[in-house]
């Protein structure tokens, strides 16, 4: 069974940081693109970062261009994202996202982000 | 950047009717859309790719066209499971979402 289990949320203040990580199985982890995805409470999705399948390439949201990384362990089938300077606006939940052919047909349950003074 | 407009926000209907939801591109997207249903508290479903591409598993009372940059997804003799949240998504150039419709049955 695919399955992508996202970890590493939980409580911020502005200005600190996080990493996330999601641990994936079921499918060839390091064949495949990778995505970020956020959704705010009660809003749409929108899409955060994206990775390659050999890391090579990397590419970022507007917002979170600078603040954000990705980056991936093929060896240990995990993805990670390190969020550093957050904001309130960064509050949501987080998704890890496999990509097939620039769809996205697998999703994690996702992580919850909640940045607060 | 990519914007998508979905309409309507919101839709109320009965189990067994046919509804159709709209996203516009704000500019061609060359048939690279995508739509998703979302229920609360879960994370969104691939029901549809390419415009009228129907994802594995998913049932054949989807379905999906295209017309320039405007896309409809039809759902054909609502179903109970059918309610919650539909969200179109293009991947010409980088990935947007719509702010998505909400389906009440």
């Known amino acids: 069974e695919v399955q992508l289990v996202e970890s590493g949320g939980g409580l911020a203040k502005p200005g600190e940081s996080l990493r996330l990580s999601c641990a994936a199985s079921g499918f060839n982890f390091r064949a495949d693109y990778m995505h970020w995805v956020r959704q705010a409470p009660g809003k749409g999705p929108v899409w955060v970062a994206r990775i390659s399948n050999d890391a090579y390439n990397k590419d970022y949201a507007d917002f979170v261009r600078g603040r954000f990384t990705i980056s991936r362990d093929n060896a240990q089938s995990t993805l990670f994202l390190q969020m550093d300077s957050l904001t309130v606006e960064d509050t949501g939940f987080y998704f890890c996202?496999?990509?097939?052919?620039?769809?996205?047909?697998?999703w994690g349950l996702g992580t919850l982000v909640t940045v607060t003074s | 950047d990519i914007q998508m407009t979905q309409s309507p926000s919101t839709l109320s209907a009965s189990i067994g009717d046919r509804v159709s939801i709209t996203c516009r591109a704000s500019q061609s997207i060359g048939g690279f859309l995508a739509w998703y249903h979302q229920r609360p508290g879960k994370a969104p479903k691939l029901l549809m790719y390419?415009?009228?591409k129907l994802e594995s598993g998913v049932p054949s009372r989807f379905s999906g066209s295209a017309s320039g940059t405007e896309f409809t997804l039809t759902i054909n003799g609502l179903q109970p499971d059918d309610f919650g949240t539909y969200y179109c998504q293009q991947y010409n150039y980088y990935y947007t979402f719509g702010q998505g419709t909400k389906l009440e049955i």
């Open positions: 996202v496999r990509d097939v052919k620039s769809r996205f047909p697998t």
């Open positions: 390419e415009a009228s």
